[in-house]
C-alpha cells in the first residue's frame, strides 16, 4: 500500500478491511500487507501505519497507491519516476481515489481503461488523452485497478479477490460485510418457495430449482439471471421482495444446509464434503460453515 501524502484514511482502511478478511475467512495469510510511504497523515489528521521507502530491487505482487477526494500535493521529487522505472512491471497496479492520478502522471495507465478520481471530467480528458476514461465506480483493464475513493475501494478489492482466489471467496467476503454493515443476522436455513408463489413468479422459481440443481458447482448470479431471463437486478428484487434476501446469500443458505446434512447423515470426509458444496478449500468452508451455525463441520459431526 502506497500512502501518498493526505490519502483518504477511509479509502484506505475499505481497500485493507478486505485483504484482512479474507485472511481471517480462509484461515490463512493469503495477502500480507505493507505499507510504503513518506510518512505524513492521512487527510483526517489519523496517523499513518508506519510506513517505509522501497527499494529498486524489492518486488512487490500488488502495488496499490492511496489517494484522497483530491489530487494530491507534496509529492516526493522521484515518486513519479520511480514508479514508471521500477514498478511499472509489478503484476497489479492499482490506484484508489486521487492515487489513479499519480498512476496516470506516471505514465503508467496510458493505453488502459481507468476510472480517475479528483478532477472535473473536461480536466481529465485533456490532462490525460493517453487513458481511456471510464465512469465506473471501479474500473479493471488487465492487471491495471482504479476507482473511485471510500467504499469504492472495498468493492473494487471484493471483486479483484474473487478473481485471484475464486468467486466463492469473493461472495463470502460480500456476505461478511454486508452482515457487518446492516447487522443481518446470522444465516438460517433457506425458505422454500410456497406453491402460490411459485405460480405466481415462474422465473424466481426457476432460479431457485437452479440453485439447488447446482450446489457442486454454483452458478454465477449472472448466469442464473441469463437463465431465467431477467437482468441481475431485476432478479435480486424478486429475492428481496418474496424471500426477504438477495440470491447470493440464498444460495449459500442452500450449500450450507446440504453441507451441514452431510455433515451430520454421511460418511464423506469434510474435504469431500465441501467439494460436493461448491466450496473451494477446506478452511474457507469451515469457516463459513461456523459463521453460519456457530461450530466448525468437525464440531457438528461429534455433537
Known amino acids: 500500500m502506497l500512502l501518498l501524502p493526505g490519502a483518504s484514511a477511509l479509502t484506505y482502511a475499505a481497500a485493507v478491511e478486505p485483504l484482512q478478511a479474507c485472511n481471517r475467512l480462509l484461515g490463512e495469510s493469503s495477502f500480507a500487507i505493507r505499507h510504503l510511504g513518506p510518512g505524513a497523515a492521512f487527510s483526517s489528521g489519523l496517523a499513518l501505519p508506519e510506513t517505509s521507502r522501497a527499494e529498486a530491487t524489492e518486488s512487490f505482487d500488488w502495488l496499490l497507491a492511496v489517494g484522497s477526494h483530491v489530487p494530491i500535493r507534496g509529492l516526493p521529487d522521484d515518486l513519479l519516476a520511480n514508479l514508471a522505472e521500477h514498478y511499472a512491471s509489478i503484476p497489479v497496479l492499482g490506484g484508489l481515489a486521487s492515487g489513479s492520478l499519480v498512476l496516470a502522471d506516471a505514465g503508467l495507465l496510458d493505453g488502459y481503461r481507468a476510472t480517475l478520481h479528483g478532477l472535473p471530467a473536461a480536466e481529465l480528458r485533456r490532462r490525460y488523452a493517453g487513458v481511456r476514461l471510464a465512469d465506473d465506480v471501479f474500473c479493471v483493464d488487465r492487471n491495471r485497478l482504479t476507482c473511485r475513493g471510500a467504499t469504492a475501494a472495498q468493492d473494487l478489492m471484493i471483486w479483484t479477490i474473487g478473481r485471484e482466489l475464486g468467486r466463492d471467496v469473493a461472495e463470502a467476503l460480500a456476505q461478511w460485510f454486508v452482515r457487518e454493515r446492516v447487522g443481518e443476522p446470522e ?104 459463521n453460519a451455525f456457530g461450530l466448525t463441520p468437525s464440531e457438528d459431526r461429534e455433537v
Open 187 to 290: 444465516l438460517g436455513a433457506a425458505t422454500e418457495l410456497d406453491q402460490p408463489t411459485r405460480a405466481e413468479q415462474p422465473a424466481l422459481a426457476e432460479a431457485v430449482d437452479l440453485m439447488f440443481a447446482n450446489i457442486e458447482e454454483p452458478l454465477s448470479g449472472d448466469d442464473i439471471a441469463g437463465h431465467v431471463n431477467l437482468s441481475r437486478r431485476q432478479l435480486e428484487r424478486l429475492f428481496r421482495k418474496y424471500l426477504d434476501t438477495v440470491p447470493s446469500r440464498y444460495y449459500l443458505k442452500i450449500r450450507l444446509d446440504k453441507a451441514r446434512e452431510l455433515v451430520r447423515n454421511s460418511s464423506l470426509s469434510l474435504t469431500e464434503i465441501a467439494m460436493a458444496c461448491g466450496f473451494s478449500s477446506g478452511a474457507h468452508f469451515s469457516t463459513t460453515y461456523r
